[in-house]
């Protein structure tokens, strides 16, 4: 990875649009998905959810579905970068991580 260094204004903008961009997507995705996997007011949706590492530590499939969104996303929009996903577990890098960026993510969800 590069060293350290500081972004410009210009590339600290260009970062903003690409994860307000992203970030709609993925609430879009998540707000689609909503009924169908939870089904209407008062239903339990237990299948759409299941545990990570505890009892305590749930991740619903709209997690997951909206981190894969993320990930291609910023594969497609930012090749170079890195990413960190909170459901994924892993440090995988969406392209070599040459750019110094990294995208730490923990996904809208429904928990």
Not at 34 to 40: I, Q, S, T, V
Request: glycine share 10%.
């Amino acid at each position: 990875m590069p060293a350290e260094r500081n972004a410009s204004p210009s590339e600290l903008s260009a970062l903003r649009e690409v994860a307000v961009t992203v970030a709609r997507e993925a609430a879009d995705h998540v707000r689609a998905r909503r009924g169908e996997l939870f089904g209407p007011p008062g239903s339990d949706g237990t299948d759409s959810v299941r545990t990570k590492s505890t009892h305590t530590d749930p991740v619903t499939v709209a997690d997951t579905e909206s981190e894969d969104l993320i990930r291609a996303r910023l594969r497609e929009l930012r090749p170079g970068d890195a990413f960190l996903g909170e459901e994924s577990g892993s440090s995988e890098a969406t392209g070599t991580g040459e750019t110094g960026v990294c995208w730490v993510v923990d996904p809208i969800d429904g928990t």
